[in-house]
Every structure is written in structure tokens, then in C-alpha cells.
């Protein structure tokens, strides 16, 4: 127990790392996902065909991958991040952080992306056709027609593909981040006795932003239920 009770700090600047990182990926990606959903669904072939090509491949790419391409091969076509170094307080955002928001928010807006999508086909056909009839344009019909109800209808897979961003999160401590997976490697390299304590603990960790998220999803889908 020593493990934890005496270095509290460094366990909850951990999950402040996490959270941090999913809190950020996720609004990222659920914006570039729309952007995807809405070109998946347009009337531009060129436009629907590659933003099918990009979810295709993405969602057939382990994460892992795309975190060593962002940390490793990137660098080497002159794509870096090295103009992020935030410092707030005792959190450090630099490099390795901003390559790691950008492999979670690509990777995860495709999958953001066929949940909309499941949704926007919930949504009667009529819908669209009656926007059109009054004037509204493609875009115009997407945002202010399909779109809010295709959100609401979406709401259960948009949750459980947040959560399990919310888990995918741990691949960053491979590649330089100390969020909460990273800072138990720590502890139980210098605390080989207690790996068990410390295993718990950040699986407690994990369980409560789990059931957090879990619980506003919840709520928000009774919020907008359709009778």
C-alpha cells in the first residue's frame, strides 16, 4: 500500500494525464468524425469515396501502429509537434503529447464516424427529402435536419466508443506519456512487492471514469430519448 498512499500525487497527475488526453481526442474526434460522416453521406463521389477509403483503412489499423507512425515515421517527412510545450503546473504537454492527442483523435473519429452513420440511417428518409423540398441545401439539411436527430439516435455507440478512447489511452505510455498505465509500469518497477496493491489501484482508477462516462452517456440518452 506504501506504493500509492505515499505518492498520491504522482497517482492522480497520472489520470490527469489521461483524462486530459481524452477530454481532448474526444472533442477532436467527434468533430472530424461528423466531417467524415457528412462526406461518407454526400452527394460527391470523389468526396464519398475517400472518406470510405480513410475509415476503412483506420478502423483496420491497430492504434498502436498509428501511434508509431505519428511518434517515429512522421518526424521523418518533417511533420512534428515540437512547437507544443505547455507547462501548467506540474503537467507537461510537449511533443509526445501532441502526436498522441493527433494518433487517438484520427483513429477514433473513424469509428465516431459509422456510429453517426447508424444514426443518420435511423433517420427517416422523408426527413431529407422534405428539407430539400423547401430549399435547404446538403449542407444545410445535414445540420440543421439529419444531424440533430441522427446525434441523438447515436447516442448509445458514440458512448462505447468514447470509453473504449477512454481505455485506448494507455497505448501512450509506450511512447512517452505518463498517464496512468505509464506511472503504474513506474510503481511496480520501483515497488516489486506490491504489484498487486498497485494493480488494483489504477484498475479502481479506470473502473470509476468508466462508470462516470458511462453514467453521463446515460442520462444524456434519456435526455433525448424519442418517445
Request: hydrophobic share 55%; proline share 3%; glycine share 6%.
Given at each position: 500500500?506504501?506504493?500509492?498512499?505515499?505518492?498520491?500525487?504522482?497517482?492522480?497527475?497520472?489520470?490527469?494525464?489521461?483524462v486530459?488526453?481524452?477530454?481532448?481526442a474526444?472533442?477532436?474526434?467527434?468533430?472530424?468524425?461528423t466531417?467524415?460522416?457528412?462526406?461518407?453521406?454526400?452527394?460527391?463521389?470523389?468526396?464519398?469515396?475517400?472518406?470510405?477509403?480513410?475509415?476503412?483503412?483506420?478502423?483496420?489499423?491497430?492504434?498502436?501502429?498509428?501511434?508509431?507512425?505519428?511518434?517515429?515515421?512522421?518526424?521523418?517527412?518533417?511533420?512534428?509537434?515540437?512547437?507544443?510545450?505547455?507547462?501548467?503546473?506540474?503537467?507537461?504537454?510537449t511533443?509526445a503529447?501532441?502526436?498522441?492527442?493527433?494518433?487517438m483523435?484520427?483513429?477514433?473519429?473513424?469509428?465516431v464516424c459509422?456510429?453517426?452513420?447508424?444514426?443518420?440511417?435511423?433517420?427517416?428518409?422523408?426527413?431529407?427529402?422534405?428539407?430539400?423540398?423547401?430549399?435547404?441545401?446538403f449542407?444545410?439539411?445535414m445540420?440543421q435536419?439529419v444531424?440533430?436527430?441522427?446525434?441523438?439516435?447515436?447516442?448509445?455507440?458514440?458512448?462505447?466508443?468514447?470509453?473504449?478512447?477512454?481505455?485506448?489511452?494507455?497505448?501512450?505510455?509506450?511512447f512517452?506519456?505518463?498517464?496512468?498505465?505509464?506511472?503504474?509500469?513506474?510503481?511496480?518497477?520501483?515497488?516489486?512487492s506490491?504489484?498487486?496493491?498497485?494493480?488494483?489501484?489504477?484498475?479502481?482508477?479506470?473502473?470509476?471514469?468508466?462508470?462516470?462516462?458511462s453514467?453521463?452517456?446515460?442520462?444524456?440518452?434519456?435526455?433525448?430519448?424519442?418517445?
Open positions: 500500500m506504501d506504493a500509492i498512499t505515499e505518492n498520491w500525487d504522482l497517482y492522480f497527475r497520472s489520470f490527469g494525464y489521461t486530459t488526453l481524452f477530454v481532448i474526444a472533442v477532436l474526434s467527434m468533430l472530424f468524425g466531417l467524415l460522416c457528412a462526406l461518407r453521406v454526400g452527394p460527391v463521389a470523389i468526396m464519398r469515396a475517400a472518406a470510405t477509403t480513410y475509415v476503412t483503412l483506420v478502423r483496420n489499423t491497430p492504434l498502436v501502429v498509428v501511434f508509431a507512425f505519428f511518434s517515429f515515421a512522421a518526424p521523418m517527412f518533417g511533420l512534428t509537434f515540437s512547437f507544443l510545450d505547455v507547462h501548467i503546473g506540474q503537467f507537461d504537454f511533443e503529447f501532441g502526436a498522441a492527442v493527433v494518433s483523435t484520427l483513429y477514433t473519429s473513424a469509428f459509422e456510429a453517426l452513420r447508424s444514426g443518420i440511417n435511423a433517420v427517416p428518409l422523408g426527413q431529407a427529402e422534405a428539407a430539400r423540398a423547401v430549399g435547404l441545401t449542407g444545410g439539411t445540420t435536419v444531424l440533430p436527430q441522427a446525434i441523438r439516435a447515436s447516442v448509445p455507440p458514440l458512448a462505447s466508443v468514447q470509453i473504449a478512447m477512454l481505455k485506448n489511452t494507455s497505448v501512450a505510455a509506450a512517452g506519456i505518463l498517464e496512468a498505465v505509464g506511472q503504474m509500469r513506474r510503481f511496480t518497477n520501483n515497488f516489486s506490491q504489484r498487486t496493491e498497485i494493480f488494483i489501484f489504477f484498475a479502481l482508477g479506470y473502473v470509476i471514469l468508466v462508470l462516470l462516462l453514467f453521463a452517456a446515460s442520462r444524456l440518452e434519456r435526455k433525448w430519448r424519442i418517445a
